[in-house]
């Protein structure tokens, strides 16, 4: 097999754009949108990092407190100074949708924000689509850069439709954008590292500048990337039978872990827990921030052997109709 373009594969490179974009995305038909195959959705935020530090050496990262722990170290190595900005409210369990506005319009204008599209690893908090609109407002009152990290499209929701609402809004506001798209999840390629950077750009002269720019920082990085997950991309979405039993089959898989949502929480408050599990059900995608200390969780895995991230952080992938009875009174016996 020969060697993909510095680029990667055309193919998949156009048909993750419509997932992310629309089918019917002006931007597409403009060719105002500057993108390459990258090594997933971590590949794709550091191919970014790096045009950042090299193109704007003076600008810095706002990240969100917390977000996905190899964020830091991606724009930290790419030599990008970071910032934090306010997201997850532990009292509640739920957005801090305040302290994000104000450190969104206290920060100096044109800073570059890194947001979570969908499905927020790792508190599985994400804005209504009302905040997502004043956040885009405020956005643009400062003139901040948002880069969305697109790591569960469609496995939040069950419709990549409703979980790229984000950056539509975004798009629909006017913002010059940067994504991150991986399908490491919602198509189970995790190990054929296969995923999308794209950047809107002014027009379709900026764009083939970027994109050139783009497979420059790759070149020396990683030279091309790999063949084979591109095409089980540009395969499926490429086809509309395969598509639509892909979609049917992200549809079964979200709904599952909003199964178990349901399940868990119903299982601790029949336990007849004082404490309130809303949260549960209020989060979305594969990961639910339970609220846990570090103790609560080390004594699970000492006395029930159930394991997690010591930041309380359950995979709600893991948890099964065969298991949620027994992680619900293990809670219960450690959160009375």
Wanted: hydrophobic share 40%.
């Amino acid at each position: 097999m020969e060697y993909l373009p510095m680029g990667g594969s055309v193919k998949m490179i156009e048909e993750s754009l419509k997932l992310a974009y629309g089918e019917d995305s002006e931007f597409i038909k403009d060719k105002r949108i500057a993108a390459v195959q990258a090594l997933s959705g971590t590949g794709a935020c550091r191919l970014f990092a790096d045009f950042q530090k090299r193109f704007l050496p003076d600008s810095q990262i706002y990240i969100p407190t917390p977000t996905w722990s190899n964020h830091h170290n991606i724009w930290r190595d790419a030599q990008v100074p970071q910032r934090t900005f306010a997201y997850y409210h532990p009292e509640s369990r739920g957005l801090d949708f305040a302290g994000l506005m104000d450190d969104i319009k206290n920060a100096p204008e044109g800073s570059f924000f890194l947001l979570h599209a969908c499905a927020h690893n790792p508190t599985g908090v994400d804005p209504s689509e009302e905040q997502w609109r004043e956040i885009s407002q405020q956005f643009k009152v400062k003139n901040h850069f948002p880069f969305f990290d697109m790591a569960y499209q469609g496995f939040a929701s069950g419709d990549p439709e409703r979980d790229a609402k984000a950056i539509r809004i975004f798009l629909e506001d006017g913002h010059q954008i940067g994504c991150a798209q991986s399908y490491a999840k919602n198509m189970g390629l995790y190990g054929q590292r296969a995923g999308c950077l794209s950047i809107l750009c002014d027009d379709e002269i900026q764009a083939v500048d970027v994109k050139s720019q783009l497979q420059q920082i790759a070149r020396p990085m990683y030279s091309n990337p790999p063949l084979h997950g591109a095409l089980i991309v540009s395969t499926i979405l490429g086809d509309p039978a395969l598509k639509s039993l892909w979609l049917k089959e992200v549809k079964g898989m979200a709904d599952r872990i909003i199964g178990m949502r349901k399940a868990l929480k119903e299982s601790l408050e029949k336990l007849g827990s004082p404490l309130s599990w809303e949260h549960i059900t209020n989060q979305i995608g594969m990961f639910c921030y339970s609220g846990m200390t570090p103790e609560q969780v080390d004594r699970l895995t000492n006395e029930f052997h159930i394991y997690m991230t010591r930041n309380g952080r359950i995979s709600m992938a893991g948890v099964t109709t065969g298991n949620v009875a027994y992680l619900a009174n293990a809670i219960h016996e450690r959160m009375p």
